[in-house]
Nanobody
């Protein structure tokens, strides 16, 4: 059974840093992993993504402040968040795109439960 387990959220002051982790299990193959966030009253938005080959992409609002990295051997992705702002406050969701079984014809997207990040001003 596929699982995505997130950790590392919490409360931090503006200008501070946090590191999120997401460990994936139960996959036959993972193509890409990433982080999305959703603030109250807003749509879920991309924060950062990374492919199994190491290519990365970022949402415009976090470029230069956040960094995503991955450990393929551990099926774990990390999000280093620096220079945090109150507007970064949101629930952060880990996602993974991959195959649960070798016979699955197409990759599917899976989501973690989310971890709260709160940045105080």
């Amino acid at each position: 059974q596929v699982q995505l387990v997130e950790s590392g959220g919490g409360l931090v002051q503006a200008g501070g840093s946090l590191r999120l982790s997401c460990a994936a299990s139960g996959f036959f193959r993972i193509n890409a992993m990433g982080w999305y966030r959703q603030a109250p009253g807003k749509q879920r938005e991309l924060v950062a993504g990374i492919t199994s080959g190491g290519s990365t992409n970022y949402g415009d609002s976090v470029k230069g402040r956040f960094a995503i990295s991955g450990d393929n051997a551990k099926n774990t992705v990390y999000l280093e968040m620096n220079s945090l702002k109150p507007e970064d406050t949101a629930v952060y969701y880990c996602n993974a795109v991959g195959l649960e079984r070798s016979y699955n014809p197409f990759p599917k997207t899976y989501w973690g439960q989310g971890t709260q990040v709160t940045v105080s001003s």
